[in-house]
């Protein structure tokens, strides 16, 4: 197995150790139409402690690119890349080496708790379950006292009793707790959550977002927030990556891409963003708020690209002819933080300083 990075590998957040490094990673699927490719050459990195969010629309590739690390994938789909995690490349091991991995050192939270957990086995079954599989208790019972643990850790109530109980016995919002119990369960250097609030009431997703920041600074697990919602991005991200048809267009702080987004698409996916509160005018009536802007058409499917920038049909810009036979690399962005904020585009200086469409 190819050492890849070590312990002392450190990542843009601040020097912090680096728990996950990305480089190139490609998926593409034989389809009857053709190649499609999901997600075309995606780096990025993780630090202990740092949550890294990897947002865009439905389709953009975020799924898929987190389902690759870990084996996940249809046998079909061809993954190329490298992904280091604790020195060793994921992409490069067995199914058997992955086994020790997911659940251990990597832990995985998905979007909908009801088809993550099987309905047919206790909560106590699936939380000892991994426990006793990556020999993390002494047997059964020493098993589920530590998997009463883990779910008075999350918040759930009456953890001891609700070891025998079923899925479909608890709300959404607590089988989402037994879904991180679970993920937690190896304590992981790195937690994956896929759109692991979109089911959720506002409530509930506030809860689930406190309980992993909560979690994820006591143990510093980094963790990787894959999601579309904007609002949570801002509310628990150190940095974020915007993909666009399985490539990053833009990533940076969280700061950085809110404040002074450098690409069309992020200041198109920002433009639909309702603000949460008014700001009160001169006079103290509400100040006016801004309309939202709609991205017009559709994003592209993965079999056919376009051959320059993946954003240039939609873009509403079209600043630069070379948009439209050229891909633009990501390049750093002109004003950034200590944390680099890098673009895919021609002209992203030009565009800090001017709306979209002006």
Not at 113 to 134: D, I, K, W, Y
Request: glycine fraction near 12%.
């Amino acid at each position: 197995m190819n050492q890849l990075v070590d312990d002392a590998a450190t990542s843009p957040a601040g020097g912090r150790r680096t728990v996950l490094d990305v480089r190139d990673l490609r998926v593409q699927v034989d389809t009857a139409r053709g190649t499609a490719a999901i997600v075309n050459g995606l780096s990025y990195s993780v630090a202990a402690g740092e949550t890294v969010a990897v947002v865009g629309e439905s389709g953009s590739g975020k799924s898929v690119s987190v389902m690759a690390l870990l084996g996940l994938l249809p046998g079909h789909a061809r993954v190329s890349g490298t992904a280091a995690f604790r020195g060793r490349d994921l992409l490069a091991m067995s199914e058997a080496e992955l086994r020790t991995v997911r659940g251990n050192g990597i832990g995985m939270v998905f979007q909908d708790p009801m088809t993550s957990l099987n309905p047919v086995l206790t909560v106590g079954r699936q939380l000892t379950e991994g426990l006793l599989a990556h020999g993390r208790a002494g047997g059964r019972r020493a098993a589920r006292a530590r998997a009463a643990e883990l779910l008075a850790d999350v918040g759930l109530p009456d953890p001891k009793g609700a070891l025998d109980r079923y899925p479909h016995e608890l709300s959404g919002g607590m089988r989402q707790r037994v879904v991180i119990a679970i993920a937690l369960s190896g304590d992981p250097a790195l937690l994956i959550a896929d759109e692991a609030t979109t089911a959720l009431d506002v409530t509930v997703q506030a809860q689930i977002l406190e309980l992993v920041a909560g979690l994820q600074r006591e143990h510093g697990t980094g963790v990787v927030w894959i999601t579309h919602d904007l609002g949570v991005v801002a509310g628990t991200a150190d940095r974020v990556l915007v993909m666009y048809g399985g490539r990053c267009v833009e990533d940076g702080s969280v700061d950085d891409v809110f404040e002074t987004p450098a690409h069309p698409y992020t200041r198109g996916l920002l433009g639909a963003l309702p603000a949460l509160h008014d700001d009160d005018g001169a006079d103290g009536a509400p100040a006016e708020r801004p309309d939202l802007v709609a991205i017009g058409g559709t994003p592209p499917p993965p079999t056919d690209l376009p051959a320059g920038c993946v954003f240039w049909p939609r873009c509403p810009v079209r600043g630069d002819e070379r948009c439209a036979t050229e891909q633009p690399p990501l390049v750093p962005v002109r004003g950034g933080g200590p944390v680099p904020h890098r673009a895919a585009t021609f002209y992203g200086d030009r565009l800090q300083q001017a709306e979209v469409g002006a």
